[in-house]
């Protein structure tokens, strides 16, 4: 059985039903995927931000002499935890990309497939018009960057 994808006025493709069931599998694993990372980044984040904190508590004991040295360390650790915040950036960027395969896998179904009777057609959400979310490509102390 031949699948055709077509829109008005567009040229057809013919391509076998089962390469279309592949690709649609093969977006939805990328999805999952995708998701599965996410988690993993903000897990991450979590435990860098709570040992950030600690080292900077432990820093700012009172019973530690003031030096040069310690200033240095404890002016990096800041830096370091205004730099974790690109998981942030990095969740929306996965968000968005999810969004956007899941949008093609459902699509690629439902104009190939078609549905059946009593079939629910899959939600087809549109492409987000802004092809990247997020802008910023760097983090520096102070900046800060609305979407």
Known sequence: ?????????APSVQMPLMLVAE?????????H????????????????????TAAS????HPELISSKELD?????????VTELQFQDMASQLITHTSKILQGCAYRLASE???SEDGEAVPFVEEV??????????EM??????LF
């Not at 059985?1 to 006025?9: D, G, I, N, R, V």
């Open 1 to 9: 059985m031949q699948a055709s994808l077509t829109t008005p006025s």
């Open 112 to 114: 190939s497939m078609g």
């Open 72 to 80: 240095i360390v404890r002016s990096t650790l800041r830096a370091a």
């Open 33 to 52: 995927d995708l998701n599965r990372l996410d988690g993993l980044l903000a897990h991450t984040m979590e435990n860098l931000m709570e040992r950030f």
């Open 23 to 31: 690709v649609q599998d093969s977006l939805l694993v990328v999805v």
């Open 128 to 137: 987000p018009e802004r092809p990247n979310p997020v802008t910023q490509d």
């Open 57 to 60: 508590a432990n820093l700012a």
């Open 140 to 145: 520096d102390a102070g900046s800060i960057e």
